[in-house]
C-alpha cells in the first residue's frame, strides 16, 4: 500500500508547502530598511549552506509536502555557482521562483529558463534615479530597469516590490500604477515593517487603507477594479481597467495575511523560521551535518508557529524596540 502523502501542518491547520531558501546575506545594494548602514558582520563561508547542502535540505522539503521554493537573499544571483544551482533545484518537483535586485538578471536569464522558473520578483522602491540611489545607496537603476523590461520581454512573470516609506516615496504611488498599462507587470506596495537596524517607527509606515485612498484620489473609484486574490496570497490585489498587468498592497503591518500563511524561510546559515517575524530559530545546518533527522526538527518548528506575526499581537514603536530578529538582509525576502 502507498505511503500517504506527507504534509507540514501547525497546530492552527495551515499545510505549509511553501518554502523561501535565502542564498546568501550579501548583497550588491544597501538598501537602508534592509540592510543595517555598516553592512552585516561577515563570517566564515563554514557557517553557510552550500550548494550541495542546499540541494539536500530541500529535497528533505519537497519529501516532506513542499510544492513552492522560492530562492531569495541578500542577494542570490552573487552566490558562487548559483547557476549550476539553479538548474539542479529545478530538476525538482516544485514551482521554482526567485526573488532578485536584478543588477545580474541579463547574465542567468537563459538559466531561468533552463531551469523553469517562470515567476520572478524584483525589488525596486522608486522609479526615479536620484530616490533609488538615495534608498539603495548605490547607483544600478539603469540596468536594474533595463534587467526589469528584459524579463518582460522573454514572458517573465514579473513582481515588482517596493517598499513605501513616508516622505520617501508614497508620492510615486501613481506612476507604479501607471506602468501596468503599459506592461505586463505586478506591481506590489508593501507596508515598511521593523527589522534589526532599519530604524523603523509607527510614523514612518504608509498602510494599505493610505495606499488605497493615494491610488483612488489619483485614478478614481471606478477605474480600479478588484482582482480575485489566490488562496495563499500575500498581497490584495487590483487592476485599472484596460491594463495589462496589476498592483497589489502586501500589509504586513496593518492587515496581515497569518490566517492563510503557508511560508517557511530557510536562512542562508540554514536555520529554519516558521515566520518572518519570528524571533526563535532551529538550526537545520548543524543537525544535517551531524547526520541527524532533519524531519523531526521541521515539524517542531512548524509546530511552535504562532498565530500571527511570531506571536506579536501589534506591529508597534515598543514591539520595534524590544524585538530580537535579524535585519532582513540575513532572513531572506
Not at 64 to 77: D, F
Not at 309 to 332: E, P
Request: glycine share 4%; charged share 30%.
Amino acid at each position: 500500500m502507498p505511503n500517504k502523502k506527507q504534509h507540514i501542518v501547525d497546530t492552527f491547520g495551515r499545510v505549509h508547502d511553501y518554502l523561501r531558501i535565502s542564498l546568501t546575506e550579501r548583497c550588491n545594494l544597501r538598501c537602508f530598511y534592509c540592510m543595517p548602514e555598516e553592512g552585516v558582520q561577515l563570517r566564515d563561508k563554514a557557517n553557510f549552506m552550500t550548494s550541495e547542502e542546499v540541494l539536500e535540505i530541500a529535497q528533505t522539503f519537497v519529501e516532506m509536502g513542499v510544492k513552492k521554493i522560492r530562492l531569495t537573499g541578500g542577494e542570490p544571483l552573487i552566490k558562487k555557482d548559483v547557476a549550476n544551482l539553479l538548474l539542479k533545484l529545478g530538476e525538482l518537483p516544485v514551482e521554482l521562483a526567485i526573488t532578485t535586485n536584478a543588477v545580474l538578471v541579463d547574465r542567468y536569464i537563459d538559466t531561468f529558463k533552463q531551469a523553469g522558473i517562470k515567476s520572478v520578483n524584483v525589488s525596486l522602491d522608486s522609479l526615479n534615479e536620484e530616490s533609488f540611489d538615495k534608498i539603495s545607496r548605490r547607483n544600478y537603476f539603469k540596468r536594474i530597469k533595463s534587467n526589469i523590461d528584459l524579463l518582460i520581454k522573454n514572458d517573465f512573470h514579473v513582481k515588482v516590490n517596493a517598499v513605501i516609506i513616508r516622505n520617501l516615496n508614497e508620492h510615486e504611488i501613481p506612476d507604479f500604477i501607471k506602468w501596468t498599462l503599459i506592461d505586463n507587470v505586478h506591481i506590489r506596495f508593501i507596508e515598511f515593517m521593523p527589522f534589526d537596524g532599519n530604524k523603523w517607527n509607527w510614523d514612518k509606515k504608509v498602510s494599505y487603507k493610505e495606499i488605497m485612498e493615494i491610488a483612488y484620489d489619483y485614478f478614481g473609484q471606478e477605474a480600479i477594479q478588484k482582482v480575485e486574490d489566490k488562496k495563499n496570497d500575500t498581497a490584495r490585489n487590483y487592476k485599472l481597467q484596460n491594463a495589462k498587468g496589476t498592483f497589489g498592497v502586501i500589509a504586513s503591518v496593518t492587515n496581515p495575511f497569518c490566517d492563510t500563511c503557508n511560508r517557511i524561510r530557510l536562512t542562508a546559515d540554514g536555520k529554519i523560521k516558521n515566520c518572518l517575524f519570528s524571533q526563535t530559530e532551529i538550526d537545520l545546518l548543524t543537525n544535517l551535518r551531524k547526520k541527524r533527522d532533519i524531519k523531526k526538527l521541521i515539524i517542531e518548528s512548524i509546530l511552535n508557529k504562532k498565530k500571527e506575526r511570531g506571536g506579536a499581537h501589534a506591529l508597534d514603536d515598543n514591539f520595534a524596540k524590544t524585538m530580537k530578529n535579524r535585519s532582513m538582509t540575513t532572513i531572506g525576502g
